[in-house]
């Protein structure tokens, strides 16, 4: 009686509380900066992968127009048509951003073996020579999102651990694409036309990707077949309209599952059940009318996003467990503001299982 009684007196504070940002996920999402790229790097050659020091050359060369310092070379915004050919032998970061290459030919990166990232985003890019990342051996982070490719570039490296190609042209993704490329963890390939037919049986075999992300395509509906190992899967802004049954039953590493900005009318119960490491899921602007089955059961879950659905309701067991032994973890963020829920008259009980008056907003609904 005691946590209902002081659940009471917050709950009118609730919807004013301002609305919580979820931390502790890295968000791949966003380019990265060329400063964050050569601090990782520093960081992995501090961690042992440094790649082996090769003779500094008695003449240094640097390509015209361009800054070299300490094996990073930095050709961004300069105009360029081509990759320039006298790039040094022993460059770690190349940037080759916000130029206007139309193409990469098979001997762009020739003597490039030492190379750990290669940023080619923002250019005209609409085609890669079948070899020309063959001599990249140590390539771990390629990207080349904000260009005119219409397919994922053939003989990647198998070195490459981050690949970011997303806001390009690519309808398809063919059977074995990434066939070799064991070392993969982080695919960004969104705001591509891509349609769930565009994959094909197979495109994603071998890989054990930690983080994917698919948003701003045309899926209708949840992929299959993507990788097992997924911790981070985000499939935002398409036109998914339902969560199926067997949709989610392969990702049962799942920690963080993106769904915000679709069409979703039903979550099939039972589907959520899958995912039983799950800490993060946003079903936020969508069309859902009631608090999706199964979240008292998920031990682990801490935040949920369903602001701006249509829910009316919020029943007293629809996010808790009916004992304290079930979840693992309190809320630390449910959002539901944007909804037509009369937030006066849900039960305080309904947020037992909730860390502070701060992880619950209502807000106002407007019409």
């Excluded at 059961?297 to 919020?314: A, E, G, P, R, S």
């Excluded at 079930?326 to 009369?342: A, C």
């Amino acid at each position: 009686m005691a946590t209902v009684a002081v659940t009471i007196l917050l709950l009118p504070l609730l919807t004013s509380a301002l609305p919580f940002q979820q931390k502790g996920f890295w968000d791949f999402g966003k380019d990265i900066d060329v400063k964050d790229l050569l601090m990782t790097m520093m960081k992995d050659q501090e961690e042992g992968s440094a790649y082996e020091e090769l003779p500094q050359p008695e003449q240094p060369t640097c390509p015209f127009g361009c800054t070299c310092h300490l094996k990073v070379v930095q050709c961004s915004d300069l105009g360029l048509t081509h990759v320039p050919y006298d790039i040094p032998s022993d460059t770690l970061l190349l940037d080759l951003q916000c130029n206007m290459i139309h193409e990469i030919r098979e001997g762009d990166f020739k003597g490039l073996s030492n190379l750990y990232a290669l940023v080619l985003r923002s250019n005209q890019i609409a085609r890669v020579h079948p070899r020309a990342f063959l001599p990249l051996k140590r390539l771990q982070k390629l990207y080349i999102s904000h260009n005119h490719l219409t397919s994922i570039p053939r003989n990647l490296p198998a070195s490459l651990v981050e690949l970011r190609i997303h806001d390009n042209h690519i309808r398809k993704v063919a059977a074995g694409t990434f066939s070799g490329l064991g070392n993969m963890h982080v695919i960004e390939m969104g705001r591509n036309p891509l349609q769930n037919s565009g994959f094909e049986p197979g495109a994603f075999i071998g890989l054990k990707l930690n983080y994917l992300r698919i948003s701003e395509a045309k899926l209708t509906g949840v992929p299959n077949d993507l990788p097992e190992s997924l911790h981070e899967l985000h499939l935002d802004h398409n036109q998914i309209q339902a969560i199926e049954l067997e949709d989610l039953s392969r990702y049962k590493q799942l920690q963080r599952l993106g769904l915000g900005l679709n069409h979703i009318r039903h979550i099939e119960n039972g589907a959520l059940s899958y995912l039983p490491n799950l800490r993060e899921l946003h079903l936020d602007n969508n069309r859902l009318s009631s608090v999706p089955s199964g979240l008292p059961d998920m031990k682990y879950l801490q935040v949920i996003y369903l602001h701006y659905n249509n829910i009316t309701d919020v029943g007293v067991n629809d996010f808790c467990p009916m004992g304290f032994g079930m979840k693992r973890v309190f809320y630390n963020g449910i959002s539901l503001f944007g909804n037509p829920i009369k937030y006066w008259e849900v039960q305080p009980a309904t947020f037992r299982c909730v860390s502070d008056r701060m992880a619950v907003q209502f807000g106002n609904h407007k019409k």
